[in-house]
């Protein structure tokens, strides 16, 4: 398994920018697909971004399309998520997640991701 661990959260106002990273420990990190999920209070977990093993293939929830962008250093071993043009909806706690299937990229339900983290709180004034 790969243990993963984010940071970068934090407050922030209307159109401003944050990155955040995820740290994997364990398993090959290279091995997994790796993806962002957020929640706020009330709601589900939700899908924001996945990238592949290799870094080559993205894919992103309409919502944020245009104004985050994953990536990843499999040498670090890290992924980012670098968001801009924040707005108060995008409040909630960012969670990394990883998967084995190649398949998971395109997998927006986060019942079918493997491995999280625990999360970090990305704040949004108006």
């Known amino acids: 398994q790969v243990q993963l661990a984010e940071s970068g959260g934090g407050l922030v106002q209307a159109g401003g920018s944050l990155r955040l990273s995820c740290v994997a420990s364990?398993?090959?990190?290279?091995?997994?697909?790796m993806g962002w999920f957020r929640q706020s209070p009330g709601k589900e977990r939700e899908f924001v971004a996945a990238?592949?093993?290799?870094?080559?293939?993205?894919n992103y929830a309409d919502s944020v399309k245009g104004r985050f962008t994953i990536s990843r250093d499999n040498a670090k071993p890290t992924v980012y998520l670098r968001m801009n043009s924040l707005k108060p909806e995008d409040t909630a706690v960012y969670y990394c997640a990883a998967d084995l299937n190649r398949g998971t990229l395109y997998q927006p339900d986060p019942d079918y991701w493997g491995q999280w983290g625990r999360g970090t709180q990305v704040t949004v004034s108006s």
């Open positions: 364990g398993r090959t990190f290279s091995d997994y697909a």
């Open positions: 990238i592949s093993r290799g870094g080559l293939s993205t």
